[in-house]
Nanobody
Framework: QVQLVESGGGLVQPGGSLRLSCAAS????????MGWFRQAPGKEREFVAA????????TYGDSVKGRFTISRDNAKNTLYLQMNSLKPEDTAVYYC?????????????????WGQGTQVTVSS
């Protein structure tokens, strides 16, 4: 199985930027499609972005399209989420997830491996 550890969260002002990282270990990272999800207090977990094994395909949730960019470096076994133009409604715990498949999907139930999450707070 693959182990995932997120980092890079923190407190940022509205309009600011953050880059989240997700370090993978345990299995061949390039075998996994990867995704980012988030969960705010009292809300359902929400799809943010996903990327295929070779970075050839990406998809984004409507609320982050045009502001967030998902990427990966298979040589470094690391997934990234560049978040720009942050809004207070982006405040949540952000999770990376892995799926042993070539298919990029948005449903959290189809991801078999999850990190512990990193808190992102957007506030002035």
């Amino acid at each position: 199985q693959v182990q995932l550890v997120e980092s890079g969260g923190g407190l940022v002002q509205p309009g600011g930027s953050l880059r989240l990282s997700c370090a993978a270990s345990g299995r061949t990272f390039s075998n996994y499609a990867m995704g980012w999800f988030r969960q705010a207090p009292g809300k359902e977990r929400e799809f943010v972005a996903a990327i295929s094994r070779d970075s050839g395909s990406t998809t984004y949730g409507d609320s982050v399209k045009g502001r967030f960019t998902i990427s990966r470096d298979n040589a470094k076994n690391t997934l990234y989420l560049q978040m720009n133009s942050l809004k207070p409604e982006d405040t949540a715990v952000y999770y990376c997830a892995a799926r042993n498949s070539i298919v990029v999907v948005t449903w959290d139930t189809l991801y078999g491996y999850w990190g512990q999450g990193t808190q992102v707070t957007v506030s002035s």
